[in-house]
């Protein structure tokens, strides 16, 4: 048994189960207009591993089964992959609440002019990456000119009624240029709001601050920069047992570009399926078994339980 799972038992008395879904968390593919330092899923502009259309068909059945559940749509940029409208307008026209994670720049690239005007048409939530309000951090991290682009997107974004009308939320995400945890959420959130406004107008719903992961191009800064083990050690200490009931892994369901199941997009990457003889595949997926279904962990989520708690949804606890 792994230190995460004797953690766990030692407050459940049991292993995690997953509750209710109420998030499917559907990668569309690995191919990103960018190439972060601390990319978790190492995407990047030469990727060519997307969803394909037809396993798109399968999680519209499973989101179907699934009405109460927001789809949760990511990547690589989810809006590269050619099929990307389609889907969207499938689900809305389901009924189904859409949320889509964007790095923001991507609306620079070809064919993306009008994207902002899509998804504000069809009330698409968004969760926008921007690691600091200052622009060498967030450079230093992503790429010279993201920031510059990020603030001009942002505007536009703004000005089509994100983050100004309650329908139409722009949260924030932050996460940390280098080995150690977020701060305080609420805190970093008005510094955020302070600076972004006074500097650009901009105005966003709530800032979500996300602890790094050990994996990926992240991991490999940090075995590079000799901090690997110093930085597991961190999150191994700061366990804290009241963000266990708020595990992203309780509540939703993870599905990989080629339509493999995982209880997290951590767990997808790790190549961990879910547990209890539940099938590999969305195409086969019986969507009554998820409820009640025991987490698969591992080391890495240390990373989810560390100080404030940390999931697609910010921290866990204040
Ligand atoms: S962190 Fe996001 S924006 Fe950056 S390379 Fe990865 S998927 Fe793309
Ligand atoms: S890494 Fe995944 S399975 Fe582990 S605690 Fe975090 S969300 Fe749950």
């Not at 859409?98 to 064919?111: D, I, K, S, Y």
């Not at 597991?232 to 266990?244: H, P, Y």
């Not at 939703?252 to 951590?266: E, H, K, M, N, R």
């Amino acid at each position: 048994m792994t230190n995460f799972a004797q953690s766990v038992r030692q407050v459940l008395g049991a292993d995690l189960q997953s509750q209710a879904v109420q998030t499917i968390q559907v990668n569309l593919g690995l191919l990103c207009n960018l190439s972060c330092r601390h990319c978790h899923v190492e995407a990047t502009p030469q990727r060519t591993e997307i969803m394909t259309w037809e396993t798109m068909q399968s999680v519209l059945r499973l989101a179907k089964a699934l009405p109460q559940a927001q789809v949760d749509l990511t990547g690589g940029a989810p809006e590269l992959n050619p099929c990307f409208r389609q889907f969207i307008g499938s689900l809305c026209e389901a009924g189904h609440q859409v949320q889509v994670r964007t790095n923001l720049t991507v609306f620079f690239e070809a064919g993306q002019a009008d994207t902002p005007e899509f998804l504000a048409g069809h009330g698409i939530h968004l969760v926008a990456s921007l690691p600091c309000y200052l622009d060498d951090n967030v450079d230093n991290q992503r790429g010279g000119g993201v920031y510059r682009r990020s603030i001009a997107a942002l505007r536009r974004l703004n000005s089509l009624g994100y983050g100004r009308r309650p329908e139409l939320p722009l949260n924030l995400v932050y996460n940390p240029g280098g080995a150690f945890l977020p701060p305080d959420q609420a805190t970093l959130e008005a510094a955020y709001r302070r600076e972004l406004k006074e500097r650009f107008g901009v105005d966003f719903t709530r800032l979500l601050t996300i602890t790094n992961m050990p994996m990926g191009r992240f991991l490999n800064d940090l075995q590079q920069n000799g901090q690997a083990e110093r930085y597991k050690t961190l999150l191994t200490d700061n366990f804290n047992r009241a963000t266990l009931d708020g595990l992203m892994c309780r509540h939703q369901i993870c599905v990989s570009w080629d339509g493999t199941l995982a209880d997290c997009d951590f767990n997808s990457i790790l190549g961990m399926s879910l547990a209890g003889g539940l099938p590999e595949h969305v195409a086969q997926l019986d969507p009554a078994l998820l409820q009640g279904r025991t987490i698969v962990t591992g080391e890495h989520c240390f990373g989810c339980t560390a100080g404030c708690g940390s999931s697609c949804g910010g921290a866990l606890v204040a």
